[in-house]
């Protein structure tokens, strides 16, 4: 039987209330099948790769495409998934307790905008791209380096 939204919540706020009192604990409780299960999938997932470039060399040195191609995907998809079980065996083994409670879980924010461009031109003098650019142009046609 399902746990509902007000016994799920109470869950929530409790090992949230473990992880603020007792990180190494909720650790340790939090985990050790889930790492050993994301370390298995990681370790097939890398013989899977393996077994993709063997595929892959194959069809190249016997010039038959469609295996290539196949050995390719093989490649592609396992190492989409060992990427994706270190990622999560990561996350796990460094918990943040804010992160749970955040709206934005599991997003992250990056910077951009107005102020990575300022930086930039701040950098070069104040000037934009393409007057640098014409600046150099002007003075190669001035100097005859064309």
Do not use: N
């Not at 869950?11 to 790492?35: H, I, N, Y």
């Amino acid at each position: 039987m399902p746990l509902s939204e007000e016994e799920l919540r109470l869950l929530e706020q409790m090992e949230r209330a473990l992880v603020e009192e007792d990180p190494k604990l909720a650790s340790t409780l939090r985990g050790t099948a889930f790492r050993r299960s994301a370390r298995r999938r990681a370790i097939v997932a890398g013989a899977c790769f393996v077994l993709g470039v063997v595929v892959l060399m194959t069809g190249a040195v016997a010039r038959i495409t469609p295996i290539g191609i196949a050995g390719f995907v093989v490649m592609l998809v396992s190492a989409t998934i060992a990427l994706t079980a270190l990622r999560g065996q990561q996350a796990q083994a460094t918990p943040d307790p804010r992160a749970a409670a955040h709206p934005s879980h599991g997003f992250t924010v990056i910077d951009g905008g107005r102020t990575g461009r300022l930086r930039r031109q701040r950098r070069g003098g104040g000037h934009s791209f393409m007057s640098r650019v014409e600046e150099r142009w002007r003075r190669r046609r001035e100097d005859g380096g064309y």
